[in-house]
């Protein structure tokens, strides 16, 4: 009933870009803290970036600040990640998710995080 269905991933050389979008099904992001996280081969769930559920804060990991934009389009209930300047070592399989408790903004930890997208495989090789 509640899902987050993702779309977007995909090959791009180093210095490329891509959007990964995060659509809720059966219920409205507009209450959620999103989080993208994204894990890498051998690696736990790491966060990158979230987006609040008030006034359009954004938070980012120093490994991707100036790269990455997130941002949520209430009229579309999406979350987009936008990816410039891509490097290899984001390659990873990203997944959005939803905190219902606002104190999740900002947070890198996974476990706050209670629904989940199914992942979008992001490969950065030239």
């Known amino acids: 009933q509640m899902q987050l269905v993702e779309s977007g991933g995909g090959l791009v050389q180093p210095g490329g870009s891509l959007t990964l979008s995060c659509t809720g099904s059966?219920?409205?992001?507009?209450?959620?803290?999103i989080g993208w996280f994204r894990q890498a081969p051998g690696k736990g769930r790491e966060g990158v970036s979230t987006?609040?559920?008030?006034?359009?804060?954004?938070s980012y990991a120093d490994s991707v600040k100036g790269r990455f934009t997130i941002s949520r389009d209430k009229s579309k209930n999406t979350v987009y990640l936008q990816m410039n300047n891509l490097k290899p070592e984001d390659t990873a399989i990203y997944y959005c998710?939803?905190?219902?408790?606002?104190?999740?903004?900002?947070?890198?930890?996974?476990?706050?995080?209670?629904?989940w997208g199914q992942g979008a495989q992001v490969t950065v090789s030239s």
């Open positions: 998710g939803a905190s219902y408790y606002p104190g999740s903004y900002g947070s890198s930890n996974a476990r706050e995080f209670s629904h």
């Open positions: 059966g219920f409205s992001l507009d209450a959620w803290v």
């Open positions: 987006i609040d559920d008030g006034d359009g804060k954004t």
